[in-house]
Nanobody, 126 residues
Framework: QVQLVESGGGLVQAGGSLRLSCAAS????????MGWFRQAPGEEREFVAA????????SYGDSVKGRFTISTDNAKNTVFLQMNSLKPEDTGVYYC???????????????????WGQGTQVTVSS
């Protein structure tokens, strides 16, 4: 059973930065795609970024391209989300997710991910 634990959320002013971490209990980390999603109050869950377990393939949501960077530390089975130039509209609960990656299609849809973390709150003040 995959367990995901997020950390690093908090309150930051607009223009600031935060780094989220997600520690994954996965035996074969390279066989998974790891993703970050976020959900604002009253909104649907939104794709933020995804990366292959080996770190060689990434994808980003349009609203975060050029500002956020997803990366992995394979030795620690951890995925990171570096968030720069934060905006108030980035506010929400950020969820880490894991989905099987067979090397052909990087999971990016909610339905591609079978395991989810509890989420960490990110609040960006104006």
């Amino acid at each position: 059973q995959v367990q995901l634990v997020e950390s690093g959320g908090g309150l930051v002013q607009a223009g600031g930065s935060l780094r989220l971490s997600c520690a994954a209990s996965i035996r074969t980390f390279s066989s998974y795609g790891m993703g970050w999603f976020r959900q604002a109050p009253g909104e649907e869950r939104e794709f933020v970024a995804a990366i292959s377990g080996r770190g060689d393939l990434t994808s980003y949501g349009d609203s975060v391209k050029g500002r956020f960077t997803i990366s992995t530390d394979n030795a620690k089975n951890t995925v990171f989300l570096q968030m720069n130039s934060l905006k108030p509209e980035d506010t929400g609960v950020y969820y880490c997710a894991a989905g099987y990656y067979g090397g052909r299609y990087l999971p990016i849809r909610i339905s591609d991910f079978g395991s989810w973390g509890q989420g960490t709150q990110v609040t960006v003040s104006s």
